[in-house]
């Protein structure tokens, strides 16, 4: 089982969307709506952002949102704050494991 | 309030066999649908899922390093272990544990800090 594909790196200016895509296979993202998104800060522990495809946890702004179409899962921020600089990691049930993405850097300009 | 804490060795030497422990509080492992996670990190690179143990006591591993690797619970003092046998430089990284419940889409709401694993002689 491979690693899923993302994008090494998206960037964007304040106030803009970005959308960051995760790409799996009809074995993972194509078989489950179990797709789940992570942000990480330098140094800290990864945060879920998006469980369920499109699923926002207590707490999290609804300025991130997710979706799923095919093999391929989307994360999209709106409204792009500073404090959204982060490594974003997307993941997908897949049957008797787990598989993230290869991560990609959120720059804000 | 759920708190994971992972806990073993900052340095192992080459072929060693490294034990990591996690103590959690806030939740029980015996409860039905309740999972704790391995997962790793290399400086500068992306998550790797290593391993799941269930409530049940069912276990799962990561394909390439099943042959490596053990996990095991202990209910009664909040903790899942896991072990990793023949350790390589390439296996120096930071390793998490974290919480999953099957009702919560199979993803991990709670970590612990990590514990930064280097593998050295």
Redesign the interface.
């Known amino acids: ?1 491979s ?1 899923l594909t993302q994008p090494a790196s998206v960037s964007g200016s304040p106030g803009q969307s970005i959308t960051i895509s995760c790409t799996g296979t009809s074995s993972d993202v194509g078989s489950y ?2 797709v ?1 998104w ?1 942000q990480q800060h330098p140094g800290k ?4 952002m998006i ?2 495809v499109s ?1 926002r ?1 207590s707490g999290v702004s609804n300025r991130f949102s997710g979706s799923k179409s095919g093999n391929t899962a989307s994360l999209t921020i709106s409204g792009l704050q500073a404090e959204d600089e982060a490594d974003y ?1 997307c ?1 997908s ?1 897949a049957g ?8 990609t850097k959120l720059t804000v300009l | 309030q759920v708190t994971l804490r992972e806990s073993g060795p900052a340095l192992v030497k080459p072929t060693q066999t490294l034990t990591l422990t996690c103590t959690f509080s806030g939740f029980s492992l015996s409860t039905s649908g309740m999972c704790v996670s391995w997962i790793r990190q290399p400086p500068g690179k992306a998550l790797e899922w290593l391993a799941r143990i269930d409530w049940d006591d069912d276990k799962y591993y990561s394909t390439s390093l099943k042959t490596r690797l053990t996990i095991s619970k202990d209910t009664s003092k909040n903790q899942v272990v896991l072990t990793m046998t023949n350790m390589d430089p390439v296996d120096t990284a930071t390793y998490y544990c974290a919480r999953m419940r099957i009702g919560e889409g199979y993803s991990y709401e709670y970590w612990g800090q990590g514990t930064l694993v280097t593998v050295s002689s």
């Open positions: 089982q690693a709506n179990l789940s992570y522990a990864p945060k879920l469980y369920e699923k946890p990691y993941c049930y008797s494991s787990i598989l993230f993405g290869g991560g």
